[in-house]
């Protein structure tokens, strides 16, 4: 049962809703000069890494030779089963991993880059199961027959870009580019919308059962959910630039590995900062972006900016916790409030000073900065 403040403060919608208008606008004048200087700068920022991926380039052709023999050459058959599995599998591999983690709590050594301590370890073997059943049925059973009967027809009108031939690496970056920006778009009013009072209490409010979320949280949520704010933001990139199969791979697996780190509900090193989206599943009316441009130009990660998580907001490039070289606030001990509570400095030295005083106690919970253990 959810008490009612917090679903109040659950369905608040951010304070700037009335000018969102104004926002877009200077939401695409910023996207848009974004995108016309890469256009023009492209050919010098590909040019150098073309050299190096020339020098792999038949490696991967290779592959991927292999990979259009194992479909028969049935470029369909790439295009629809291809399309479905091969993200399906990445999904599962990486959330495979970070499922040992939540459900075993081994290795030990990694729950110290859990972000919201002690949350989920271990993880509730029957929430799990639920949250498993409905990842499957949004995969399988809601995707499943959308992309057979969406993506023969879209491949057909984009001239079938299923073939052999792998296209130039720098055209596949400046696709990835472009579906990072269409993402973060969609993604971000998509969510908004969710947040509206009437669609969060009927579709939203399943994915944010998870307040601290794991990485199959990701593909949690109701189906209508699932179709608009998963799906749509990231097949519309690839729709638009009629880019190969292999690329739109390429970049499903890529979105469906940063979306299960976004909800992992830990910052490891070297992977992109989950803080934002693990800010917006603990606080609700936070951070609703992906990359968090939009949520900077409608002020709708105030909170978030006013935060020590927001300190923590980048990639941890050590292997001291974030959480220790960056603490929040020291909770004072039990030993410390009651302390406080019978007047400590007017009351028994020896109960509450005793060996240790109310400042030395409370600095034991403190976690020392630079901790490596
Ligand atoms: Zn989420
Ligand atoms: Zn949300």
Redesign the pocket.
């Known amino acids: 049962m959810q008490t009612k403040p917090e679903e109040t403060r659950r369905e608040q919608v951010p304070k700037d809703g009335g000018s969102v208008l104004g926002s877009l606008k200077k939401c695409v004048f910023v996207l848009g000069s974004a995108l016309l200087c890469l256009v023009a700068a492209r050919n010098t920022i590909t040019w150098h890494v073309q050299g190096l991926w020339k020098a792999s380039d038949s490696f991967w052709q290779h592959q991927w030779g292999l990979v259009y023999d194992l479909f028969g050459e049935d470029e369909h058959l790439l295009g629809t089963l291809g399309t479905l599995l091969v993200p399906s599998l990445v999904f599962w591999l990486v959330n495979g991993s970070l499922l040992v983690v939540d459900v075993t709590g081994q290795p030990a050594a990694l729950l110290r880059y859990k972000i919201q301590e002690e949350k989920n370890v271990p993880v509730d073997p029957v929430r799990l199961w639920k949250t498993i059943k409905l990842v499957l049925f949004n995969q399988f059973i809601v995707t499943g027959p959308l992309v057979f009967l969406a993506a023969p027809p879209i491949f057909h009108w984009r001239g079938m870009p299923c073939g052999r031939e792998l296209p130039w690496f720098h055209w596949v970056v400046v696709e990835l580019i472009v579906f990072v920006l269409v993402e973060e778009v969609m993604f971000y009013y998509s969510h908004r919308l969710l947040h509206q009072p009437a669609l969060y209490k009927r579709i939203h409010k399943k994915?944010h059962e998870w307040t601290a979320?794991i990485g199959i949280?990701?593909v949690y949520s109701h189906p209508v959910e699932h179709i608009l704010s998963n799906l749509l933001p990231v097949a519309a990139g690839p729709i638009l630039m009629g880019s190969h199969v292999a690329t739109v791979w390429l970049w499903f697996c890529l979105a469906l590995t940063t979306t299960s780190i976004?909800?992992s509900g830990y910052h490891f090193p070297l992977l992109p900062s989950p803080e934002a989206?693990d800010f917006?599943?603990a606080k609700f009316n936070q951070c609703y972006g992906v990359m968090g441009v939009l949520d900077r130009l409608h002020g709708t990660d105030e909170q978030f900016r006013h935060n020590k998580a927001y300190d923590r907001h980048i990639m941890l490039l050590g292997l001291t916790p974030l959480s220790w070289s960056i603490p929040d606030k020291p909770k004072a001990s039990k030993e410390t409030l009651a302390c406080h509570k019978t007047s400590c400095h007017e009351s028994s030295q020896m109960s509450c000073h005793g060996p240790m005083s109310c400042s030395q106690t409370q600095d034991k919970n403190q976690v020392p900065m630079g901790k490596t253990e």
Request: charged fraction near 0%.
């Open positions: 994915h979320p949280v990701a976004s909800h989206h917006h599943h």
